[in-house]
């Protein structure tokens, strides 16, 4: 009987102290948050091939050495631009991940403290 008394005086005294009531209110923040995006390829042009213009009335071989000479060199000019481009996103991508280390981990001690020779 002396503990249903005190459980329910301390029951009483815990509502007591709860006089305000508690409202829990939703709200909707805008976050900003940096996306990190490499630019669009380069467009490169595919070269006209003078081996596509060649035509029947052509006989001669050395005409037509001197044709696919000059389509090799284009496509090696051609084939050197599609690797230059490539390159270049294989360093953007490095860029934009050591970019997205430092925006989910933080700069790393070293970074902040000035480097001394």
Do not use: W
Request: with cysteine; hydrophobic share 40%.
């Amino acid at each position: 009987m002396v503990k249903l008394c005190i459980a329910v005086i301390l029951a009483l005294v815990l509502v007591g102290c709860g006089g305000k009531s508690i409202t829990v209110k939703t709200e909707i923040q805008k976050v900003y948050v940096p996306v990190l995006q490499s630019p669009k390829p380069p467009v490169i042009p595919r070269p006209g091939l003078p081996i596509h213009e060649l035509d029947e009335t052509v006989i001669s071989d050395g005409e037509i050495v001197k044709v696919y000479k000059a389509t090799v060199f284009l496509l090696l000019r051609y084939a050197n631009a599609l690797e230059e481009a490539l390159k270049e996103y294989d360093r953007t991508h490095e860029a934009l991940k050591e970019q997205e280390n430092l925006l989910r981990n933080g700069p790393s001690s070293e970074e902040l403290l000035p480097h001394i020779e």
